[in-house]
């Protein structure tokens, strides 16, 4: 949930930063980015908000992002940030995809035009247009639909369902028939206000953000306990609310890094997997493409993307792209492993 232009805001990012130091923890390292997406078509809003990424294997350089204009719909963009295919269905907000082989990459937009009955609307990337086709809708759930992330499963695979009262809805999508289908197969629920999830197929561990309190763990499985583990609090230091997006770096077996957006002070705070011990901190700082503040969703992938993204791409909503509408911002993600080791 975007909260700009307070002074509020503005006192509790500065508070923020003399705690961050105060506590001895890594300081926060300044990157840029190396390329940004066409401003979203909504102009002078808050619409912008959620990126998602597919890597092309078989050339990395022609890899794609697709991301949310939640008054409008969905966008998907290339490496060049450049518009290869808009698709209008309205007030979408959160987005993931999964590359499911022989069966194609599946997008999964989670749908907040009737804020009285969440939907979860699914599309079949072309990965050589960028073309989206729409596959048709599954409901994820009574309330308004907010976040939304995959998880493949030996028959398919599950989308968790986050609603903007804090239910995740654990939903099993069937692509066997002529049109989707999904079963709530398992409900969890945190207090607050929660939108952003990331799950780990390695592990089969689901993290979701709760935007107040901090970022919460719960087996992904199916027939697991509803009960989750608060694994790192909001303190005003390392993570400051609102929480928002969540990403993955994963490395070997368990091992890698969870990335949030600590929108609070425009920041980008790193964990280090399994145990989720704080692992650094970076913001995007001003340079040929300007800063980026107030990141609602970031994406996160590993790999080689061509010369620009050797060793992986992160993406982020940028809040304030002033004097154009909100857009994306592309990084480096070696220009992040450089800089938080050095400012170590």
């Not at 590359?99 to 599309?123: E, H, K, M, T």
């Not at 990141?295 to 050797?310: H, K, M, Q, S, V």
Request: glycine residues 12%; contains cysteine; proline residues 5%.
């Amino acid at each position: 949930m975007r909260r700009s232009g307070s002074a509020a805001a503005t006192f509790l990012a500065a508070a923020a930063l003399a705690s961050l130091a105060s506590a001895g923890l890594a300081q926060t390292v300044s990157v840029t980015a190396s390329a940004e997406t066409t401003p979203v078509g909504t102009a002078n809003d808050d619409a912008a908000d959620d990126p998602a990424i597919w890597r092309n294997p078989a050339a990395p350089a022609r890899s794609l992002i697709v991301g949310t204009d939640k008054k409008a719909g969905l966008y998907v963009y290339g490496l060049d940030g450049q518009t290869r295919h808009f698709e209008p269905a309205g007030r979408l907000n959160n987005v993931d995809l999964l590359d499911l082989g022989r069966r194609g990459v599946i997008v999964v937009a989670s749908d907040r035009n009737d804020p009285a009955s969440a939907l979860l609307r699914l599309y079949r990337l072309n990965p050589r247009t960028g073309a989206l086709a729409a596959l048709g809708t599954v409901s994820g759930g009574a309330g308004e639909a907010y976040g939304v992330c995959l998880l493949r499963t030996a028959a398919g695979f599950d989308a968790f369902s986050v609603l903007k009262d804090g239910a995740v809805h654990q939903v099993r999508i069937d692509l066997s028939g002529k049109t989707p289908s999904g079963q709530i197969v398992r409900t969890l629920r945190l207090a607050t206000q929660t939108e952003g999830c990331v799950a780990d197929p390695r592990t089969r561990t689901l993290y979701v953000g709760e935007e107040d309190r901090g970022i919460w763990s719960f087996a992904a499985r199916a027939d697991a306990p509803v009960e989750g583990q608060l694994v790192a609090p909001v303190d005003g230091a390392h993570l400051v609310a609102d929480v928002e997006g969540l990403a993955l770096m994963p490395q070997g077996r368990k091992g890698g890094l969870l990335v949030a957006s600590s929108q609070g002070d425009n920041a980008y705070a790193l964990y280090r997997l399994p145990g989720m011990t704080p692992a650094g901190r970076f913001r995007i700082g001003a340079g040929a493409l300007g800063s980026v503040e107030e990141t609602d969703g970031i994406a996160l992938a590993p790999g080689n993307f061509g010369r620009a993204f050797p060793q992986g791409l992160f993406v982020a909503q940028d809040g304030d792209n002033a004097p154009a509408a909100q857009n994306f911002k592309l990084v480096s993600w070696r220009a992040v492993k450089a800089a938080v080791e050095a400012g170590k």
